[in-house]
């Protein structure tokens, strides 16, 4: 799954204009609030560089954002293809008094950054969501300096069998369900639950990211592998 055809990239665009609401409260639920232990082992593994200037793509409510904030002397952009899903970010670094993050539109595979401008770059369950998935690591890769890192945290399948097996089932049920409860919104959830089906293993997923030039690469599986942590340099 590398390339999504227009007409579902606007449909992408929908299900998040859609869930923009709702959208924190169901990760809380889908990942029993893990995903929040998950961002803020980001900013561990991006202290250990102190960078300055930082771009998260996918930013969505700006959780990871938020989470950069807090380094020192840091200047973060977040971007997303999602107006509604900034108009929450917006509002959370408004109340929170945060003053060192900018939020953007912008696709993934057109940033309007410089070339080699970025210390940092941190994507959130953002790439499987891609328009072109080559193309938008290929744009990460563009405006990240050298030997700047580029975090990832994605959504993934557990690779042991009965895991898989366990995790397949329960989130087919357990999803919809709680999407349906909490949102009525269940055709925007089994979207999202579908991308993390389809999207690379953690093995393809690697390959891919190498073929675009990135080294020294990393993964870290959380929760059995629902989720994976990939840390790579340019």
Do not use: C
Request: charged share 30%.
């Amino acid at each position: 799954m590398t390339k999504i055809q227009k007409s579902e990239e606007s449909y992408i665009k929908n299900i998040f204009e859609s869930i923009s609401k709702d959208y924190d409260l169901m990760n809380d639920l889908i990942t029993f609030k893990y995903h929040s232990k998950w961002k803020k082992e980001i900013v561990m593994i991006a202290k250990e560089d102190n960078p300055k200037v930082i771009l998260d793509i996918a930013t969505g409510t700006g959780d990871i954002a938020i989470n950069l904030s807090k380094l020192k002397d840091s200047q973060i952009i977040g971007v997303d293809i999602s107006e509604k899903m900034l108009d929450v970010a917006v509002d959370k670094i408004r109340k929170m008094n945060i003053t060192n993050i900018t939020f953007e539109l912008s696709k993934a595979e057109k940033l309007k950054y410089k070339n080699n401008f970025f210390d940092l770059i941190s994507i959130g369950y953002g790439v499987r969501n891609f328009e072109d998935l080559i193309n938008g690591l290929k744009e990460s890769y563009r405006v990240l300096k050298k030997n700047g890192k580029l975090i990832i945290l994605e959504t993934s399948v557990p690779s042991n069998f009965l895991i898989k097996y366990l995790y397949l089932i329960f989130t087919s049920i357990y999803v919809p369900l709680i999407s349906f409860i909490f949102t009525k919104n269940i055709k925007a959830y089994n979207y999202l639950l579908d991308s993390t089906k389809e999207f690379p293993n953690e093995k393809e997923f690697k390959k891919i990211l190498s073929s675009v030039g990135f080294k020294n690469i990393e993964s870290k599986r959380k929760f059995f592998g629902i989720s994976t942590i990939y840390i790579l340099t340019k």
